[in-house]
């Protein structure tokens, strides 16, 4: 490698002009990836899509739709109910199914409007039983010798003994009937006889529809699946619109739902992506200014960008997705472009300032720093690489591009920084040494407090990690959405206060597959099941499925033939039916609504209740449906943290054994970053903050991060041993030369990540939180606790 670096070296000191042209070139040539960027905060980020439960999905979104959209209509039960306004409501329906987004629309008029056609088909069938019935015993009657008084009187009892079976049989008083008026949406008489009882309270069957006791209602619209996330918030507009157009009167609406939710968290990732990126800037200025002071200490900036550049085009040309995950690389590699950037330009000045020339400078600074720097990128690499090993697909993409993304940053920062001193020093003459600046001073007692301590400053971090991971398991997780995205927003809102009327809108729901699932058999046993968890999990409020419906239409039971299964469905509204039951009879959607709790508790259910399907030969009931993924994806995020720590570690080990052939150095690099790992445990207990999709990884950006740190200092000290120096004044002057670019890349990371605390999302704020203290644990352990490892070991090394 040292040759390599050495022919890189002359490569830059006599081509730097070339070597600019090439990446502005390439630049340009990537930069056409960022085009090919897309946004996705669907299932398929959560999951792999070659998961039996994605598929499983994807067809029960396929046949009943994806996500749900509401409108809420908020009036008084005579306005709901006016003419009028079922019209607009019937009218809104037919505009909605036609857009291509909406699989299907479902309202308490579908009821009203199969009641009246039901009402209609019952009156014609009682009146034709009713004249037959006549007919019948006036002919008996004439048969007799009846005179024409006595056949109307036959007629006249006929009549009332056939109005007197009817209600007692059915219930219905065909002379109440009669005075409300024939059957119609217009007959407001009728229509609110058959929503309303005498007392006023809203018939169960419209309870769903018509909550609070009919002072709002509900337009349910299902969402087709797949739509991208872009569109939704641009489909909700749409809607709001169609929705002020029909013409509806004094009732107040309200549209929320998960796809409006989704909307909303596009346009913010979008608006935070802006903000992060501007507050990185201005804060990286802030810190070279502070914490660096050399010749163009900005200089770092730019190369950065063309960096970023570089790995956002990659990204965009291998289809790597921009998710709640992802977005978060960009502050962290800026961070970490910073921190190359600066290591590479505080070895050149120092150079200089031993009185080297600007291209001795050059070929010494990358022999020496490419080497450290190429290392530590080595480590960080298969720290973030075993992120793979994750079954989530946007923690995978988060592990590919921090990868991509250190790799890009060290050589554009490697190849463009050097040119670019080349040209600036072209007429630069070597300079008398200069006295050690006031930050090598004080990183110097730093490093002299760990010679003379190193037993006490073990004892305390190896206690603290301890802590850590004792408390471990003890973290709270959430990967629910609504949870992790910004609090305040007006969608969210929105949603809660609906919910506060119709109740919860969670759902864990099943798709029911056998060969006719309207058999009598395979509804009965659904129906059984679903009895029992009812009865079994007090988190279940309530269930929705073909089996529930037939019930609630032949009073609480399943027909024992397939006829009466058959007439009760062709009686429910095909608006209704579409969203339970699939064209060809071999599909139905089975849905438990469910309290609001937290993902564990949900996930603990979702598997009782998968453990206790008991259905008959060929057929399943398998779990679907975008909240599934969600409750999955906890187990796999949490399943999965623990294991990538030990893989990354056990990896960067490997990998420094094969550089430098010696367990010594590879445990001075690693065993520090180890103990950060469990402060960092210790650190999120106490603050309260819980795993998410981005906290799950800490442990891998730890690793990454931390190792670079302490790599670059034993480098150094590695350095300062073979020029003759003792094991403490070696690993004090290593410190005390690369303290200053080891603090200032550090605070760069640091700067880089706390841009994510400005964010509107829950879950990149605590990420941000979390990875800038980690940043500040890493810095200590690779000041304090290398030092201190080193002096110990060297120390009984001596004495031994």
């Given at each position: 490698m040292k040759k390599l670096l050495a022919l890189i070296g002359h490569l830059v000191q006599g081509h730097p002009k070339k070597i600019i042209v090439s990446i502005l070139v390439a630049t340009l040539l990537l930069g056409f990836g960022l085009t090919k960027i897309q946004v996705d905060l669907g299932q398929g980020t959560l999951i792999s899509k070659n998961d039996p439960l994605y598929k499983a999905t994807e067809q029960y979104n396929d046949n009943f739709g994806g996500d749900t959209l509401f409108i809420l209509l908020s009036g008084t039960q005579d306005d709901l109910l006016s003419p009028n306004n079922l019209s607009a409501i019937n009218k809104l329906q037919e505009k909605l199914v036609q857009k291509d987004e909406i699989q299907s629309s479902f309202s308490y008029y579908n009821l009203i409007e199969s009641g009246v056609e039901q009402s209609n088909t019952s009156m014609k069938n009682l009146e034709i039983q009713l004249k037959n019935a006549r007919e019948t015993a006036v002919k008996e009657a004439i048969a007799t010798g009846a005179t024409s008084e006595q056949q109307e009187a036959v007629a006249r009892n006929t009549t009332e003994e056939f109005l007197k079976r009817t209600q007692e049989q059915s219930g219905i008083d065909l002379t109440t009937l009669s005075n409300i008026g024939k059957p119609s949406i217009d007959n407001s008489r009728f229509v609110k006889g058959l929503v309303v009882d005498e007392q006023?309270?809203?018939?169960?069957?419209?309870?769903?529809?018509?909550?609070?006791?009919?002072?709002?209602?509900?337009?349910?619209?299902?969402?087709?699946?797949?739509i991208p996330y872009d569109e939704l918030s641009g489909l909700t507009k749409q809607v709001s619109a169609e929705t002020a157009k029909v013409g509806l009167k004094n009732l107040d609406t309200t549209i929320s739902g998960t796809p409006k939710i989704y909307g909303a968290i596009y346009n913010s990732m979008v608006k935070d992506m802006s903000i992060m990126l501007s507050l990185s800037l201005v804060l990286m200025l802030v810190i070279l200014f502070v914490v660096f002071p050399v010749r163009?200490?900005?200089?770092?900036?730019p190369v950065v960008f063309l960096s970023l550049i570089w790995t956002l085009g990659i990204m965009g040309y291998i289809g790597v997705p921009m998710s709640m995950v992802t977005m978060a690389i960009l502050p962290i590699l800026i961070g970490l472009g910073?921190?190359?950037?600066?290591?590479?330009?505080?070895?050149?000045?120092?150079?200089?300032?031993?009185?080297?020339?600007?291209?001795?400078?050059?070929?010494?600074?990358?022999?020496?720093?490419?080497?450290?720097?190429?290392?530590?990128v080595f480590s960080m690499t298969l720290g973030f690489i075993t992120l793979l090993i994750?079954?989530?697909p946007m923690i995978q993409h988060f592990g590919i591009m921090l990868s991509v993304g250190v790799i890009v940053s060290y050589t554009v920062s490697l190849l463009l920084m050097y040119s670019i001193f080349i040209l600036r020093d072209r007429?630069?003459?070597?300079?008398?040494?200069?006295?050690?600046?006031?930050?090598?001073?004080f990183m110097k007692k730093l490093a002299l407090i760990a010679v003379k301590k190193p037993l006490l400053l073990l004892t305390i971090g190896i206690s603290l990690a301890a802590g850590g991971f004792y408390v471990d398991s003890s973290l709270k997780i959430e990967t629910n959405i609504e949870k992790l995205m910004p609090q305040d927003a007006p969608e969210l809102k929105e949603l809660n206060d609906i919910r506060q009327i119709i109740g919860s809108t969670n759902e864990?729901?099943?798709?029911l597959k056998a060969d006719n699932v309207t058999d009598p058999q395979v509804i009965q046993a659904l129906s059984e099941y679903e009895e029992q968890q009812l009865k079994k999990h007090s988190q279940i409020e309530s269930v929705t499925s073909i089996a529930t419906l037939i019930k609630q239409a032949n009073q609480g039971k399943i027909p024992e033939s397939k006829s009466k299964i058959n007439t009760i469905l062709s009686q429910i509204p095909t608006e209704l039916k579409g969203n339970l039951l699939s064209t060809d009879n071999t599909l139905s959607s089975v849905s438990f609504t469910i309290k609001e709790t937290g993902m564990k508790e949900q996930a603990s259910l979702l598997n009782q209740l998968e453990k206790q399907i008991s259905l008959p030969k060929g057929v399943s009931l398998e779990p679907a449906g975008s909240n599934v993924i969600n409750i999955k994806s906890v187990g796999t995020?949490?399943?999965?943290?623990?294991?990538?720590?030990?893989?990354?570690?056990?990896?960067?080990?490997?990998?420094?054994?094969?550089?430098?052939?010696?367990?010594?150095?590879?445990?001075?690099?690693?065993?520090?970053i180890i103990l950060v790992v469990g402060w960092s445990s210790l650190m999120m207990f106490t603050l309260d903050i819980e795993i998410n999709p981005l906290t799950a990884v800490l442990g891998s950006l730890v690793l990454g991060i931390g190792s670079e740190f302490t790599i670059l200092i034993i480098e150094r000290y590695q350095e300062e041993r073979e020029n003759g120096r003792s094991y403490e004044s070696a690993i004090v002057h290593a410190i005390s030369m690369i303290g200053r670019a080891i603090t200032a890349s550090g605070l760069t990371v640091m700067a880089g990540f706390s841009t994510l605390i400005f964010s509107q999302f829950v879950m990149l704020r605590?990420?941000?939180?979390?990875?800038?203290?980690?940043?500040?644990?890493?810095l200590i352990s690779a000041l304090f606790i290398l030092p201190s490892l080193v002096v110990l070991i060297e120390k009984k090394k001596k004495i031994s």
């Open positions: 006023g309270n809203v018939n169960p069957m419209f309870n769903k529809l018509m909550p609070q006791n009919g002072k709002h209602a509900l337009i349910i619209m299902k969402v087709k699946g797949g163009w200490r900005l200089l770092s900036i910073t921190d190359f950037a600066i290591q590479f330009h505080n070895r050149y000045d120092e150079e200089l300032r031993t009185g080297a020339s600007p291209k001795e400078a050059v070929v010494l600074s990358i022999k020496k720093m490419g080497i450290a720097v190429g290392i530590a994750s079954k989530v007429n630069f003459t070597p300079q008398e040494k200069l006295t050690p600046s006031k930050m090598e001073g864990i729901s099943f798709i995020m949490t399943e999965n943290r623990h294991l990538s720590v030990g893989i990354g570690v056990l990896a960067i080990v490997i990998g420094l054994l094969l550089v430098y052939r010696r367990w010594k150095l590879t445990m001075y690099s690693i065993l520090p605590s990420f941000g939180i979390t990875t800038v203290l980690d940043t500040f644990l890493c």
